[in-house]
């Protein structure tokens, strides 16, 4: 952040859906995330989800998480 107004914010490990182009940070995908029933406010995610172990921890040691690594978005998807 600059002192003088002006900021820049790099999304990394991110999943975006429905663009073309990524922006630039590391771990950042595309497709579509999955979830298992948006319109009715489950935003957990399905198995095929490409966020699923997609993610990374901030702070090693940190987080708990399932799988390979963590996910992402909000919710951890547990088997």
Known sequence: FDIEGEASVVPSYCLFY???ELP????NIQGDPQWIDPDNGN???QEISPAIDA???PLEGECIYYGLAP???AIE???
């Open 18 to 20: 429905g663009t073309s």
């Open 24 to 27: 630039e940070g590391d771990g």
């Open 43 to 45: 935003f957990m995610l």
């Open 55 to 57: 993610g990374i921890c």
């Open 71 to 73: 996910d992402i978005g």
């Open 77 to 79: 998807m547990q088997e």
